[in-house]
Nanobody
């Protein structure tokens, strides 16, 4: 079972930047897809970004495209989410998730139910 631990959340003003990190352990990740999701109070958990562990593919929600960048560090076994030009609408609890298998199909990796491992979440608060 893969264990995931997020870090890097915090409070920033609109227009600011944060980088979230997800430390992964407990497995060999060669056939994994990692995703970032977020959930605001009273709303459903939504897809933010995903990456194949081999780095060949990335994808983003339209709401964060051109502002967020997902990457992975093989040596440190981390998946990072660099967030720039933050908006108050980005305020949420951000989760890292992992799924096995090369199912690089958008209708699959954008769905929370496709992921078998989750972190505890890290809070991001953006003030106007």
């Amino acid at each position: 079972q893969v264990q995931l631990v997020e870090s890097g959340g915090g409070s920033v003003q609109a227009g600011g930047s944060l980088t979230l990190s997800c430390a992964a352990s407990g497995g060999f990740f060669s056939n994994y897809i990692f995703g970032w999701f977020r959930q605001a109070p009273g709303k459903e958990r939504e897809f933010v970004a995903a990456i194949r562990w081999d780095g060949r593919n990335t994808n983003y929600a339209d709401s964060v495209k051109d502002r967020f960048t997902i990457s992975r560090d093989r040596a440190r076994k981390t998946v990072n989410l660099q967030m720039m030009s933050l908006k108050p609408d980005d305020t949420a609890l951000y989760y890292c998730a992992a799924m096995t298998g090369f199912t690089w199909v958008r209708t699959v990796y954008t769905k929370p139910d496709a992921y078998g491992s989750w972190g505890q979440g890290t809070q991001v608060t953006v003030s106007s």
